[in-house]
């Protein structure tokens, strides 16, 4: 019912149309997921550490982006209780290679401009340290106004709900 | 009348769509860099080399961009800047096999 009412709603209003889908791509969140060692990977695990490293070769930045992620990650593992003492204890090794804070202003005024990005890759490590899967998660913000901001602390926690969701649905 | 608005809607969307550069990033290190032999190394900088001419041939004058800047003008920035960020991926693996390589094979072969 919900769907059929917006979809009415682009259909009477036919420039909406590009509109809606350019609303929908300019907020993505990509990822991929290399299982290393399947036997391992869907044993019941769970992460009992995350190391973070910050690889962006931006150390001037005035956010401390390690510890967002850490944070991010650890929360996220807590809230998907993802982290029980009775199963095999994993560690995650998570290395943030990009990021970019953006401007919700600049992508109001230009759309494209002032985009916020986030890129990190991850490697799942059994309890003698092999590696068991390799993970690749970014999330692009390029387009929006008034609503995208705050979405430079945001984009952490985003990436941090598709890195644990992805190990998840992949067992 | 008003089914050509719709027709030239749905065409728009689907050219919005498939005028976009896709998220191609590679990851920069994998878990066996270290465990490849000189031979998969060097493979893999061939075809690294080849992965970053594709992602920098997506950037500049591309027909897509001179399409983009026809209709939706904004497109060009988001490609170039998704360009940019595939071949800055592929470069820093290019660099890291580098390293692996000048350590493991250079004087050795």
């Known amino acids: 019912m919900y769907w059929k009412g917006i979809t009415s709603f682009l259909y009477k209003k036919g420039w909406l149309i590009p509109a809606f889908f350019l609303f929908l791509t300019s907020c993505a969140t990509n990822s991929s997921n290399e299982v290393i060692n399947k036997t391992a990977f869907n044993q019941n695990f769970s992460i009992e550490k995350v190391v973070v490293n910050d690889l962006t070769n931006n150390p001037m930045g005035s956010i401390d982006i390690q510890n967002r992620m850490q944070i991010s990650i650890e929360n996220e593992i807590t809230s998907r209780q993802f982290n029980k003492q009775d199963n095999l204890q994993y560690s995650l090794i998570v290395n943030i290679r990009q990021y970019e804070e953006g401007s919700a202003f600049l992508r109001w005024v230009i759309p494209g401009m002032g985009e916020t990005f986030l890129n990190i890759e991850t490697i799942l490590l059994d309890e003698n340290n092999n590696p068991v899967s390799q993970l690749r998660t970014s999330r692009t913000i390029q387009g929006g106004g008034g609503y995208t901001a705050g979405a430079w602390k945001r984009v952490f926690d985003s990436v941090a709900k598709r890195l644990i969701s992805d190990i998840l649905t992949a067992k | ?109």
């Open chain 2, 1 to 109: 009348m008003m089914n050509k608005k719709y027709a030239l809607a749905a065409f728009f969307s689907l050219f919005m769509f498939s005028g976009c550069v896709s998220d191609q990033q590679v990851m920069v290190a994998q878990y066996d860099d270290e465990s490849k032999n000189c031979e998969q190394l060097k493979y893999e900088l061939n075809s690294l080399g080849a992965k970053f001419e594709d992602a920098k041939d997506d950037s500049g004058l591309t027909g897509k961009n001179v399409a983009l800047g026809i209709f939706f003008w904004p497109g060009i920035i988001v490609n170039e800047n998704q360009s940019k960020k595939n071949a800055s991926s592929v470069n820093d693996r290019i660099a890291h096999i580098n390293k692996i390589y000048s350590n493991k094979c250079i004087g050795k072969e």
